[in-house]
């Protein structure tokens, strides 16, 4: 009887021979066992030192063999009992991460348990079995494979990203079919080995379900051989908040059990056994950052106010419910942005206007009288909804995306606007907007939420009727023309990622462009000054969001302009605090003009890294993003 074997680098769906050689492959591992260092895909920044622990799944053994006619109900009604056993297990874990981590990423398992559901998929797979007379785990590999393998090589990078999610689903019924068949025998999610607290994992390829049994005291990072980081693994480390680097090929070809690494994985290094004044190096770095985040957390109850009495406040970034509860330990002045697109892309049908108002009501409830200023969906470039099919092209950097979209998505975006409203009845909520480049947009934007107080009016719901409505300054036709916009809305906030690549010229996507992605460019520093100085003279609520906010970098020129709100992420405020609390605002002022005289980007960063050096008294190098010209 002829037998199919799974390869454990995959899961257990088969994986076709590169046809080498022995003796290429023996050249092959020599070769990967002289080399020390691998570059992946960062995941989650973070340094880990430690021992290394190899986790690969098991591998199981399927028989191809022809089943008699007379066994095919037999087999569908195992396929019945093995979907029954994988949806309750997948809600048990759904459970778990909502406890650890928040509905947001438990909302991962509902994409799991709706390829489950998927009726075109198991009739599929039924009717298989019915003509090819082959044991149902064999029909269920091979067409789980051939989705997974078709959703690979598709263009679109986040539904790429989502094959991750049938391969998951399709090994968890194969172990359920496998226990069907063998009770006596277990069947873990990963081999089992024996590890100490602060092991560093290896595996593969990891999948959501694998991190549910992972427990975070006994791991200190996790690095594989797949994934770019996007998928929703990705999201479940980062949420985990444990260091974690992807795609990196090649590893598992000389890493052993046992072996000694180092984790990089802000730059999504890692080192293989590595010389004595590398591991000194880095264990230096690690202590003194450590230590300095001690310093800094301490001072995390200290108003955010210069040396001669001038208060900033500081806002949150955030995504998802525990992001507010981390924000919360940082003692900041609110919310400055809520990325409300990241809640809605995770499930494979757009969430109910139940299911979103109970979401922004949490977060208005745990935010506790301080104000929540959530942005309507930013769908479009590298934000995709999974059940919209949206071109690459039409909807790029330069495309169609986010207000852009509002014509055709219309039904989604009053859905959204209404359960924001409603929430509005629980707390104080701004709404904003974003990708505004005309009036012509903004007036679109403030006609839909019209529409949805009509709609909540003639429903008898509560809403703040004078929830402030307000826009995202990120496209330099925004910028040069702010004085058009004060009568229209009640804020703005500059999205400093988008407004420099638009600026620039450079797709902050595109890392063959990114040495002309700089946020100290001469060009973005002037339009900064304009942006200020137009809120200034029309007494404007401004606010700086995206990475300069948070980065020390640029604190000090962005003081010296004027600004007075800077939202960012939350573990990011100790270190702008400090900033904050150590300079004159005349300091800053000088600073701001002497930088804006400047005619390169290399004679600016030399400023702003000098100056920030001497109120440190240290060099922050790769704690912050803002690399070498």
Known sequence: MAKQKQDSSSGRFPKHESGTTDRQTRDARAAARRKAVFRGVPVVPGIAMGVVRLKFRQTQVLSDRTIDSTEVERECQRLTEAVRLSKAQLLEARTKMQKELGELEAMIFDAH????????????????????????????????????????????????????????????????????????????????????????????????????????????????????????????????????????????????????????????????NPKKDVLDSFAKTRREFEHYKTQLNAEVDLPAVTTDGHAISLLANVSKQSDIDLAKLYNIDGIGLYRSEFYLMVGNSYPTEEEQYWIYREAVERMAGKYVTIRTMDIGSDKKLPYVKMNDEDTGALGRRSIRLAAELEEYQLIQLRAILRASAHGKVRLMWPFITSLEDIRLAKRLVRSARRDLEVAKKKFDPDMPIGMMVEVPAAALSMDKYVRDVSFFSVGTNDLTQYVCAADRNNADVAPWFKGHNPGMLAILKIIVD????????????????????????????????????????????????????????????????????????????????????????????????
Not at 235 to 262: C, F, K, S, W
Not at 560 to 578: I, W, Y
Not at 604 to 622: K, M, N, S, Y
């Open 534 to 629: 137009t809120a200034k003279a029309h007494n404007s609520d401004l606010t700086i969001c995206g990475e300069m906010a948070g980065d020390p970098f640029y604190t000090m020129f962005l003081l010296g302009l004027g600004v007075t709100k800077l939202s960012m992420p939350a573990p990011q405020v100790p270190l702008v605090k400090k900033i904050i609390r150590s300079v004159h605002l005349s300091g800053a002022q000088n600073l701001a003009n002497r930088a804006l005289q400047y005619t390169s980007t290399s004679q600016i960063r030399e400023l702003f890294a000098t100056t920030v050096q001497q109120i440190l008294g240290r060099d922050l190098g790769g704690w912050t993003r803002t690399t070498e010209e």
């Open 113 to 272: 348990l709706a390829i489950l559901e998927d009726q075109s998929f198991l009739k599929r797979v039924r009717a298989q079995v019915a003509k090819d007379l082959k044991p149902i785990e064999v029909v269920v590999s091979q067409i789980v494979e051939g989705y997974y393998r078709a959703m690979s090589m598709v263009e679109d990078e986040h539904l790429r990203e989502r094959s991750a999610d049938i391969r998951d689903v399709g090994r968890r019924l194969l172990d359920n079919l496998a226990k069907l068949q063998n009770p006596d025998v277990e069947y873990p999610e990963l081999e089992q080995v024996p590890g100490e607290e602060g092991d560093i994992i290896f595996s593969r390829e990891i999948l959501p379900s694998d991190l549910v049994t992972l427990e975070r005291r006994h791991c200190q990072a996790v690095i594989c051989e797949t994934g770019s980081g996007r998928g929703h693994a990705g999201v479940m480390l980062r949420a985990m908040n444990v260091p974690a680097v992807m795609g990196l090929e090649g590893l598992a070809e000389h890493l052993q059990d046992g072996d000694y690494v180092i984790v990089d994985g802000a730059s999504g290094t890692v080192f293989l």
